[in-house]
């Protein structure tokens, strides 16, 4: 049963355009919501988070939007550089003490 | 500063066999997250250390088991394995019990990639 979903197993988006990665979640006890970075052979790193209170979070390029209504988050990047090209997993908490929910990931390339 | 650590990065095994996976954290960091990504998954949750104690566990059988030391680094041990536990493990360290559980303050190790035969 996937709380997290993450539809599009891959994206491939022209360099200086716009990326967008979207999110699915059934859950609706999530109040914290995250977005890892992954690069092969590296751990993920965290990238940005929304709190269920708020339905946007700005940080430089990348904006993350949450549409509680329809349970859908999404992250943008403006503008697409080489260096985002790496896999995105999007995660979910319940509160503040429980774990972790990742989706299955979504491959963003960006293309030259 | 040395980020999160593991070894071996990559091990081979066969079914029935027993596995013993570790971990060194963050400088600085005390708590110590265990992860399983399967291919094409995210990674799942399988267990948390603080303080020498398991203190959250995710949904995962008492095959997997673990042990944090009193320099905060930590082990993973899968007895029997079987072929599903083939996945990349990951270990994410921080500071502090409910910083672990905060994703933004949890640094993830490189992975050791598991192959059962």
């Known amino acids: 049963d996937q709380q997290v979903k993450q539809n599009s197993p891959s994206l491939s988006v022209q360099e200086g355009r716009i990326s967008i990665l979207n999110c699915d979640y059934t859950n609706s006890m999530f109040d914290y919501f995250l977005w890892y970075k992954k690069y092969p052979a590296e751990g993920p790193t965290f990238l940005i988070s929304?709190?269920?209170?708020?339905d946007k979070n700005e940080d430089g390029r990348f904006t993350v939007f949450l549409n509680k209504s329809a349970k859908h988050l999404s992250l943008h990047i403006v503008p697409s550089q080489p260096g985002d090209s790496a896999v995105y997993f999007c995660a979910a908490r319940a509160n503040r003490d429980d774990k972790i929910i990742f989706g299955k990931g979504t491959r963003l390339h960006i293309l030259p | 500063d040395a980020g999160v650590t593991q070894s071996p990065t990559h091990l081979i095994k066969t079914r029935g066999q027993q596995v013993t996976l570790r971990c060194s954290p963050k400088?600085?960091?005390?708590?110590v997250s265990w992860y399983q990504q399967a291919l094409g998954q995210g990674p799942q949750f399988i267990f948390q250390y603080y303080e020498e104690e398991e203190r959250q566990r995710g949904n995962f059988p008492d095959r997997f088991s673990g042990h944090q030391f009193p320099n905060y680094s930590s082990e993973l041990n899968v007895n029997a394995l079987l072929l599903g536990d083939s996945a990349l493990y990951l270990c994410?360290?921080?500071?502090?019990?409910?910083?672990?559980?905060?994703?933004?303050?949890?640094?993830f190790g490189p992975g050791t990639r598991l192959l059962v035969l």
């Open positions: 994410a360290s921080s500071f502090g019990l409910a910083g672990g559980i905060l994703g933004e303050t949890q640094y």
């Open positions: 400088s600085g960091h005390d708590t």
């Open positions: 929304i709190s269920s209170i708020k």
